[in-house]
RNA sequence: GGCGCUAUCGUCUAGGGGUCUAGGACAGGUGGUUCUCAGCCAUCAGACCGGGGUUCGAAUCCCCGUAGCGCUACCA
């Protein structure tokens, strides 16, 4: 029910603030996808904030790197940096005003207070207090400085900070909407800086302010962020303002249960594109962890989760990043790509690598690499390893596979004859060298299958390699007939156990 | 230490008191298909952290314990 003055009932608007302090890594991927996803399945506004207020910290190539991942995974931001919006600026940095206003009319409402307490000093009463076996917490000595003292060291001129001074009873509590009713005793907490001495705020201070003047209705953010909370809604309090509904989303932990962090490895979506991962995937698997359909179904695209998505479908359980799972899904993706689209994948995830021997070939050779790859395509890196015999001049041979075929007998002679066979296929195409390679193993009385082998190491010099056809076809008939030879000409070179 | 969050197969999860002899997916085992591998098909193995309650009945509700994680900064 409105009432005069009320608000008319907003849409949601969501935010997804990232520090720009290194690349975006997949926990903050994921909470960025979470909210984008709740702001469309709401019909609502995903703004993105930069928190860059640690001066010390951010950099704008930290900043790049975050716009370049996002868009990558293809998370448009509807208000924010480089798109602009009626609730900038979206940098922190840009926002100091906003803050000092705020903070002066909480001083001026005796809900802050200045302290004028030094690093040195805090940090030595904090080891004191612990070493008493007390909590560290703030002792509110200038809280409790008397006016006149105040009054001088403000003329003295000392550095001050702005301290928030909390209500030493009650309890903070908020219906959280992926774990339910959450409660703190404010006697718990310390009277926390808003305001640091440099005049810039401190992350709950400027996370409120912005919140708010920005009409952020849902704040969806990691677990870390849980006990920020009940700071953040005694600071709505005492600044008169409704404070957001919350959604703490779980963290996302590595392989060991703990939190993710640069010892487990690749830690930034950056780092899996490079890896060969689709956005598709990527998106479909960071939507998994913590969120589920039906528990049935899996495999969803990013617009399909946008209509799917539900904040109360989100678990409350932290979820450990598994590869294995990711790289199922890149598969999946992959293959139901068109064609066309996923050689253009390749062939940009190659040029990316500075690899040209791809984009080089004709479309129709291109495109019959793909496809004799075909499933065994999990990563756009796989292209690589699998297309390598075909892409580069130079035959790596693989030591164990040679050795191999090494002991083999008779594989000389064999590897002549079909070189002949191939040398004289004047049509060259997919059914005539398969008809050249059967027959001759029948000739010889052989069994394909053993033909073939010692022809993969011949042509590709490994043991596992596309379909010999395929291969062949695509090596094209003079290399294929040197490296056939070449091989039997090492086979004869090589001395052989058994003889 | 204090406070908080979490707790179902190795992993991601479904499950909101009876339909659970706990379902799905990844990974793993086995068999089949094929020129290898991948894929595909079939099949197997694998879990409710422990202890108390509440209830006719608990994976589901409550309490305690334990464990993991997070916060405890003039970082975010």
Not at 106 to 114: D, K, Q
Not at 123 to 145: F, K
Not at 166 to 174: A, F, I, M
Not at 369 to 386: F, M, P, S
Request: aromatic share 8%.
């Amino acid at each position: 029910m409105a009432f005069p003055g009320d608000h008319l009932p907003v849409s949601v608007r969501v935010r997804f603030a990232p520090s720009p302090t290194g690349h975006l890594h997949v926990g903050g991927a994921r909470t960025a996808l979470f909210n984008y996803l709740h702001a469309r399945r709401q019909g609502g506004v995903f703004v993105l904030r930069i928190e860059d207020t640690d001066a010390a910290r951010s950099t704008d190539e930290s900043l790049a790197a975050i716009f370049e991942s996002l868009e990558w995974l293809g998370l448009s931001w509807d208000e924010g940096p480089k798109v602009g919006g009626a609730h900038g600026p979206y940098l922190q940095s840009k926002r100091r005003d906003r803050y000092a206003l705020h903070g002066r009319s909480l001083e001026t409402a005796g809900r802050a207070y200045p302290c004028f307490c030094s690093a040195e000093d805090l940090e030595e009463r904090r080891r004191a207090q612990t070493a008493r076996g007390e909590p560290p917490r703030y002792d509110g000595r200038c809280r409790s400085l008397d006016p006149a003292e105040r009054q001088r060291q403000m003329e003295a001129g000392l550095p001050r900070a702005l301290r928030f001074a909390l209500p030493e009873s009650g309890e903070s509590v908020w219906d959280d909407v992926v774990r339910g009713r959450v409660a703190f005793r404010n006697e718990l907490l310390d009277d926390f800086v808003l305001l640091r001495s440099d005049g810039l705020p401190t992350y709950n201070f400027a996370c409120v302010v912005d919140d708010h003047e920005m009409e952020i209705t849902d704040v969806v953010r990691g677990d870390d962020h849980i006990s920020n909370t009940p700071r953040q809604l005694l600071l709505y309090e005492a600044l008169g303002w409704t404070p957001p509904r919350f959604a703490h989303v779980p963290m996302i932990l590595g392989q060991d249960g703990t939190r993710l962090s640069k010892r487990h490895g690749a830690t930034s979506v950056a780092a899996y594109r490079e890896r060969g991962f689709l956005p598709e995937a990527m998106v479909n698997f960071l939507a998994l962890l913590g969120w589920s359909y039906d528990g049935q179904r899996e495999l969803f695209s990013l617009a399909e989760l946008e209509q799917l998505f539900r904040l109360e479908r989100v678990g409350s359980n932290p979820a450990i990043f598994n590869v294995e799972k990711l790289e199922w899904l890149n598969g999946q993706h992959l293959r139901a790509l068109p064609e066309a689209e996923r050689v253009r994948r390749v062939a940009e995830f190659l040029r990316a690598r500075g690899e040209t021997g791809f984009e080089m070939r004709s479309p129709e050779w291109q495109q019959a690499l793909v496809r004799a790859i075909g499933d065994r395509l999990k990563t756009l890196t796989d292209a690589r390893t699998y297309g390598a015999f075909a892409l580069e001049e130079t035959l790596e041979v693989d030591e164990a596979a040679w050795a191999e075929l090494r002991e083999r007998p008779e594989v000389g002679p064999r590897l002549r004859a079909l070189a002949a066979r191939v040398a004289a296929d004047r049509e060259f195409t997919l059914e005539t060298l398969e008809r050249d390679l059967r027959g001759l193993a029948a000739e010889l009385g052989i069994k394909a299958g053993e033909l073939i082998g010692a022809a993969r190491v011949a042509l590709t010099g490994r043991k596992v390699s596309p379909g010999i056809f395929e291969v062949l076809w695509l090596l094209g008939r003079d290399r294929s007939v040197r490296r056939l030879e070449d091989a039997a000409a090492r086979w004869e070179a090589s001395p052989r156990a058994g003889v």
